[in-house]
Nanobody, 124 residues
Framework: QVHLVESGGGLVQAGGSLRLSCALSGRTLSFYAMGWFRQAPGKEREFVARLSRSGLATWHADSVKGRFTISRENAENTVYLQMTDLKPDDTAVYYC?????????????????WGKGTLVTVSS
């Protein structure tokens, strides 16, 4: 059974930075393409960033491009989301996602495993 546990969320002022971590247990991280999604109150879950199984390809949503960076450390079975220049619109619960496909997906319905989420609040 695969488990994903996110950490690193919190309250930060606009313009600040946070780094989210996602620890995978139950299997080796290299078996999965990994991603981050977020869900703001009253909104649907949306794609933020994803990274291929090899780690060689990444994709970021236009809304976070240039500010957020996804990365993985297979030796630690951990995926990271470095977030800089945070804006109030980035306020959401951030979810880690694992996908058994090679390149992952930007569609929530395609995801195989989810974490429980970590809350990020950006104050203005």
């Amino acid at each position: 059974q695969v488990h994903l546990v996110e950490s690193g969320g919190g309250l930060v002022q606009a313009g600040g930075s946070l780094r989210l971590s996602c620890a995978l247990s139950g299997r080796t991280l290299s078996f999965y393409a990994m991603g981050w999604f977020r869900q703001a109150p009253g909104k649907e879950r949306e794609f933020v960033a994803r990274l291929s199984r090899s780690g060689l390809a990444t994709w970021h949503a236009d809304s976070v491009k240039g500010r957020f960076t996804i990365s993985r450390e297979n030796a630690e079975n951990t995926v990271y989301l470095q977030m800089t220049d945070l804006k109030p619109d980035d306020t959401a619960v951030y979810y880690c996602a694992a996908d058994e496909s090679t390149f992952g997906s930007s569609q929530p319905d395609d995801i195989d495993y989810w974490g429980k989420g970590t809350l990020v609040t950006v104050s203005s």
